[in-house]
């Protein structure tokens, strides 16, 4: 891209999961919005890992509330894999 502008993977996917990018320079709404958006998952992951925790411990657990604990783990996971990847090409671009 030229003009200091790169295609940044953002943290949703679009239709039939497929991955959605901006051109951008790094700033304005859109760009912000998809830093909240990122903040927000890392939170949910973080919380989740707690959780999981929690309910690992819990040898009273049934084996619905772990597959529903693996359900929103796998979808974290995918989340924070997305992140990474978009981090990780942007600081690539800058060197």
Sequence with gaps: ?????????LPWAGAEGKPCYLVTDGTGPLS?????????QLGMAA???GHAADLM???RATSAQLRFLLARM???L???HR???SRGARLAERN
């Design 83 to 85: 992140i990474a990847a």
């Design 74 to 76: 796998r979808e974290a």
């Design 32 to 40: 912000e919005v998809a830093d909240t958006i990122e903040s927000v």
């Design 78 to 80: 995918t989340d924070v």
């Design 57 to 59: 411990a819990d040898h």
């Design 47 to 49: 919380d989740l890992l």
């Design 1 to 9: 891209m030229s003009g200091g502008t790169t295609a940044r993977l």
